[in-house]
């Protein structure tokens, strides 16, 4: 299989500014994702959930690398690229884990979200059980940045 | 964007069997994702982890509905396939995540996913602390389906 085509259910019609300049807290400010108007009836039942997968295309994006540095920050290790959440990936598919606030006609609010205004969204996936994995192993470049964040989480922009 | 085209990294080299009369357990069944020799620099690191996010397309699928009934059960109740894992998805992306047993020489082994022996794989994500929800709400038609799980954990096939 050489090629795989796949198409929009919907966009984000308000997320994270492509501008830099704007501000903007990942962990407080919701996003909406409006779905096309054929794929509607399959939003029913969503908002049983507290937490969803937003799987999206990542349009504004960096051409693929294999290597990278996490967060592009110089005390980070290389790293091949299959071992972080970095943008610039062979198939630019982004997956966040989102808190849902609201599922109304045709569109839905989550907050959590770190995809820029416009993206274009694959799928939604509800988070389950199989999902929680209640103590995950990461490497300690991992763990520093996860505990800066804790320490700056009011002021954070992703 | 009307389009979006992704080409597969790799692809399931020995997973579920297709045939269902094999017996093979997913969670003690092992599987191996073989990784195309352009995109193997991309693993390193990937060994850190203890669990991963296998992303792929399931080309053994259902066409796309938007009402499905969980686990096709008369029992279940009918939902949105957005409010689901069902395959039966417009596009249909899967997305397990999986325990990371090795990771070797352009593959790696994991257990825990239930895509089909050559099942195209599209992106590895490793599994980290932004991902772990600790106590997600999922309806009750779902605490059912888990509550069956855990007690026929050692004979289910997915």
């Known amino acids: 299989m050489e090629k795989i085509v796949l198409k929009p259910i919907g966009y984000v019609s308000q997320g994270m500014p492509v501008d830099k300049t704007v501000k903007w807290n990942r962990w407080t400010d919701p996003s909406t994702i409006i779905i096309n108007e054929e794929y509607r009836p399959g939003l029913e039942g969503l908002e049983e959930y507290s937490h969803v997968f937003i799987i999206y295309f990542m349009h504004v994006s960096h051409p693929a690398e294999l290597k990278i540095r996490p967060r592009s920050r110089a005390d980070m290790p290389e790293v091949g690229v299959f071992a972080s959440r970095a943008p610039s990936r062979p198939n630019p598919i982004g997956l966040t884990v989102c808190k849902l606030l609201e599922v109304g006609e045709g569109f839905l609010k989550v907050v959590g979200l770190d995809a820029y205004t416009g993206t ?3 799928d939604i996936k509800p988070y389950d059980y199989y999902d929680v994995i ?25």
Request: hydrophobic share 30%; aromatic share 10%.
């Open 120 to 122: 274009p969204v694959l």
């Open 134 to 158: 209640k103590q995950p192993k990461v490497p300690s470049w991992f763990e520093k940045i996860w505990v800066e964040r804790n320490n700056n989480l009011s002021t954070e922009n992703p």
